[in-house]
């Protein structure tokens, strides 16, 4: 094991971590065993409670349906003996509600004169309608057993319950309804048997049956203390469920904090009689809930009911966990103590050594401190030496630099004054160039306005020659036939004099406008001419202060030449001073290395027993032996790389550790 670790804790940790593995393994094995196992029986319950009560719910609404289908029965066999009085017939009905306290009402509904003929007698007679038909409905509405006629028994939806039986000739379970008995609403299904005569169906007969006995049960089933269950009729309407605010509402409304995503496959295996099972996290019971759902086949009725029912793994692992956590509370008072004697055992075998080991670490410390004291002179005057060779090296190396950049400002600025004296040059020879320039644009405009007169007289004489020709024209007019010949020639001529004034007018435009542009020209020129004359004064001014600049700066570079002599010489004195002290120090660190491999022992043996702390120990120690030990004789700089030669030494004695830490017999009796 890494040195890092007392020997305290190399024979206990090995023994303890064993100790955990073994008992965490047992504990995990154990409890997964125990939590599988549980979970299984969990769903195997969950299974045989959901088809146990889902038989006790079947059976619930079997009776009346098994009721309805004993009247349909009578009522068939009395109408094939022609035995159809409906006195008779009404008063089974009342004393079959009568025998029986659980129905709400029973009820038939005939159709039109299939019973015996005689609708037309009993038009609005009690118990009947308008139609006359045989429609009697007894029921307990007002807390004892009274008749009434049915109502909406042909109407689409509110009459389903004799419709769907009807025109299906099968037997029909409706989905429940809420019904009020004494001023309080109940939920109520209505089992429906067809009656049939002659192969056909000549009327139906029905049980109302409440459905405040089931949502007891429902209420009162609690699987595992805190599980649910709950029944829902074949289109989704909720006939029993353990949270009351939800009966006759449908489960696609209220059932997603039940089902999550399961909503509708489950409420589809509902309506077509399937079992479905699945898992989901309830938010009512803040746990994961296992919900297993088995179909409700009523009678012959082809509309299936479905009963569910939920098991909370929370309250399933209840059991399990708390026996998990016994295990492991107990492993944890095992492991405890076995620490403990663990411990106790280990302080026995590494206390003696840790004895031993301190005396010799301060046997070590003497020897260590003894050679420090020896080193420490001889180590300061070597780093003092070293950082005043390294500060006069940088020195000279920044006064180089300053030399070296002051002569280049020093050429720089001589090249700057001859610049500027070509400049100047340059600036006086464009300053006479614009002069002659602008003496030049000013003869262009005197020679303009004498062009201008020009164009403006031969303008004047066109239009003489256009008046003359006009005049021609009138005279050649006057002389007929005569005179044609000398009207076009005039006519022509007028015709140029035209174009000759219209050329003259451009060439006038023309002109006007080059004599505006080379005057704007010439003040342009005035301008340019002015500015290069100040530009050639501080060009001179410039020439000056860059002659100044050169002078400063050749007498700064003779300042620097000097200085960097003087510290040369500096570096001479520093190197032998340097040297004496590499000499010294030399010698304390001989004398000093026996001392640390004296240390170095004892704090092997340290490590050994006491290990390291936090995992620093070990190398705090050896870092705490390189302090007494001289530091690397610093490399010392020079300026001329002048070797030098170290006085030879006279031999060491050498020190033996037995000399220093005597041991006998007495520190080993504890082994």
């Not at 007679?125 to 807390?143: E, K, M, Q």
């Not at 419709?163 to 037997?171: F, H, K, V, Y």
């Not at 492991?328 to 405890?336: E, F, N, Y």
Request: hydrophobic letters at 40%.
């Amino acid at each position: 094991m890494n040195k890092r670790f007392s020997l305290k804790l190399r024979l206990t940790l090995p023994t303890l971590l064993t100790a955990l593995l073994i008992v965490g393994g047992i504990v995990a094995f154990l409890s997964t065993v125990m939590m599988r196992t549980t979970k299984e029986e969990a769903l195997s319950k969950a299974y045989e409670m959901a088809h146990r009560y889902g038989n006790e719910i079947d059976a619930e609404l079997e009776v009346a349906m098994d009721a309805a289908r004993s009247l349909g029965q009578s009522f068939q066999a009395l109408k094939k003996s022609g035995h159809t009085d409906r006195e008779m017939l009404n008063l089974i009905l009342k004393e079959n509600l009568e025998g029986n306290p659980d129905f709400l009402g029973v009820w038939t509904c005939w159709e039109p004169n299939a019973l015996d003929g005689k609708d037309a007698e009993y038009v609005n007679a009690p118990l009947h309608d308008s139609t006359g038909r045989f429609i009697p409905y007894y029921n307990r509405g007002s807390s004892r057993v009274e008749g009434e006629a049915l109502l909406d028994y042909e109407k689409p939806g509110a009459g389903d319950y004799y419709l769907l039986a009807r025109n299906s000739g099968r037997e029909v379970i409706t989905e429940p309804y809420l019904y009020k008995v004494g001023g309080k609403e109940i939920l109520v299904t209505r089992a429906a048997v067809p009656i049939e005569h002659a192969n056909r169906v000549v009327g139906v007969v029905g049980v109302d049956l409440p459905l405040s006995k089931l949502q007891s049960l429902i209420e009162n089933l609690h699987p595992y203390g805190s599980g649910v269950s709950a029944v829902f009729a074949n289109r989704g309407t909720i006939a029993a469920h353990f949270d009351p605010s939800r009966l006759g509402k449908q489960m696609r409304d209220t059932e997603a904090d039940m089902c999550d995503e399961h909503l509708m496959p489950f409420a589809e295996a509902v309506q077509a009689g399937r079992d479905f099972i699945f898992s989901v996290y309830s938010k009512p019971l803040a746990s994961d809930v296992y919900i297993q759902t088995v179909p409700l086949t009523i009678g012959r009725s082809t509309t299936p009911w479905g009963f569910a029912i939920g098991i909370p793994m929370k309250a399933v692992l209840a059991g399990p966990r708390s026996v998990m956590i016994m295990a492991i509370a107990t492993g944890v008072i095992g492991l405890t103590l076995l620490s403990l004697f663990v411990i106790w055992t280990a302080l026995g075998v590494a206390n003696p050594i840790n004895r031993i080991s301190q005396k010799m670490g301060g046997a070590a410390q003497e020897v260590s401190s003894a050679a420090t004291q020896l080193s420490s002179t001889s180590q300061s005057l070597a780093e003092g030496s070293s950082e005043q060779a390294s500060s006069i090296e940088e020195t000279s190396s920044s006064l180089e630099e300053m030399s070296s950049m002051t002569r280049q400002n020093a050429d720089h600025a001589s090249q700057a004054d001859k610049l500027m004296h070509n400049a100047k040059t340059i600036v006086g020879e464009a300053n006479e160039s614009m002069s002659q320039l602008t003496g030049s644009m000013a003869d262009i405009s005197r020679s303009s306005e004498e062009t201008f007169k020009i164009i403006k007289t031969i303008d004047e004489i066109a239009f003489q020659t256009n008046l003359l020709a006009l005049n021609a024209a009138v005279e050649a007019a006057r002389a007929g036939e005569a005179g044609a010949g000398f009207a076009v020639v005039a006519d022509e001529v007028r015709n140029l004099a035209m174009r000759a004034a219209e050329a003259a007018r451009n060439t006038s435009n023309i002109i006007e406008e080059t004599v505006k542009k080379v005057k704007g020209g010439s003040d342009l020129v005035l301008k340019t001419n002015e500015a290069f004359k100040q530009v050639a004064q501080s060009a001179a001014k410039v020439g000056e202060l860059v002659g100044e600049i050169a002078a400063a700066s050749s007498e700064q570079a003779q300042g620097i030449e000097q200085i960097n002599t003087a510290v040369a010489e500096m570096d001479k004195v520093t190197q032998r001073n340097a040297a004496g002290a590499e000499e010294s120090a030399s010698a304390a660190e001989q004398m000093n290395a026996q001392a640390v491999e004296l240390k170095s022992m004892v704090l092997d043996l340290t490590a050994l027993v006491q290990g390291t702390r936090n995992g620093k120990g070990s190398a705090d120690s050896f870092h705490a032996a390189d302090a007494y030990a001289p530091k690397r004789k610093p490399q010392l700089p020079s300026l001329h790389n002048k070797p030098h030669h170290r006085k030879a030494l006279p031999a060491q004695t050498e020190i033996r550790p037995e000399k220093l830490i005597p041991l006998d017999s007495d520190d080993l009796k504890d082994f």
